[in-house]
């Protein structure tokens, strides 16, 4: 049974936010990589990954229901930023703001009785508050941190290690095996 219109059209809205949001973690990480930052680096490509992880699986969702699925385009992320602090802050309010569009698909859906497509998003859900718990910290820790990039570099190594397991509980990725 496909999902309910409206939400059908919020999720393939929120394709086109999973993928933006990817852009601008790529572009985080880049910056931290002009900086020579290798930690912070690495916990941005990572995050972008998982951005685009999110997207195919919300692609996923809509064909093994059959909906219409688009393919969207992407504004151009911000690029350049004044300091070590300026993209952890960016990307805590992209986190903020993206929980706030999960949990407007998750009403799409209850409004619906789109029951299928509720359950569907509530690993989002649950995802997301994991998210902005983890960017509220990076925060902080980056704000107390000042100008010492090495705190920043240490907390991650430390609390956000390379090569930690996805969630099998996750929704399975368009094009996964």
Same mark, same amino acid.
């Given at each position: 049974?496909?999902?309910?219109?409206?939400?059908?059209?919020?999720?393939?809205?929120?394709?086109?936010?999973?993928?933006?949001?990817?852009?601008?973690?790529?572009?985080?990480?880049?910056?931290?990589?002009?900086?020579?930052?290798?930690?912070?680096?690495?916990?941005?490509?990572?995050?972008?990954?998982?951005?685009?992880?999110?997207?195919?699986?919300?692609?996923?969702?809509?064909?093994?229901?059959?909906?219409?699925?688009?393919?969207?385009?992407v504004a151009e992320p911000r690029s350049f930023f004044a300091d070590l602090v300026e993209p952890i802050a960016l990307a805590l309010e992209q986190e903020?703001?993206?929980? #706030?569009?999960?949990? $407007?698909?998750?009403?799409? +859906?209850? *409004? /619906? %009785? =789109?029951? &299928?497509?509720?359950?569907?998003?509530?690993?989002?859900?649950?995802?997301?508050?994991?998210?902005?718990?983890?960017?509220?910290?990076?925060?902080?820790?980056?704000?107390?941190?000042?100008?010492?990039?090495?705190?920043? #570099?240490?907390?991650? $190594?430390?609390?956000?290690? +390379?090569? *930690? /397991? %996805? =969630?099998? &509980?996750?929704?399975?990725?368009?094009?996964?095996?």
């Amino acid at each position: 049974m496909p999902p309910a219109p409206a939400f059908a059209q919020k999720l393939n809205q929120q394709i086109a936010n999973e993928f933006a949001a990817h852009q601008q973690y790529v572009a985080c990480a880049v910056y931290f990589d002009s900086e020579a930052l290798p930690q912070l680096a690495r916990f941005f490509y990572r995050q972008a990954l998982e951005e685009r992880g999110h997207a195919m699986m919300m692609v996923q969702f809509l064909l093994d229901t059959g909906a219409d699925v688009t393919t969207p385009g992407v504004a151009e992320p911000r690029s350049f930023f004044a300091d070590l602090v300026e993209p952890i802050a960016l990307a805590l309010e992209q986190e903020q703001r993206v929980s #706030e569009q999960i949990n $407007a698909l998750a009403a799409a +859906a209850r *409004e /619906a %009785g =789109d029951y &299928t497509s509720e359950q569907f998003v509530q690993w989002f859900i649950k995802e997301q508050i994991e998210e902005v718990a983890t960017m509220s910290a990076l925060l902080r820790v980056a704000e107390r941190s000042g100008a010492d990039a090495a705190d920043i #570099e240490d907390f991650l $190594a430390r609390e956000h290690p +390379a090569g *930690e /397991a %996805g =969630d099998p &509980t996750a929704p399975r990725a368009a094009g996964s095996p």
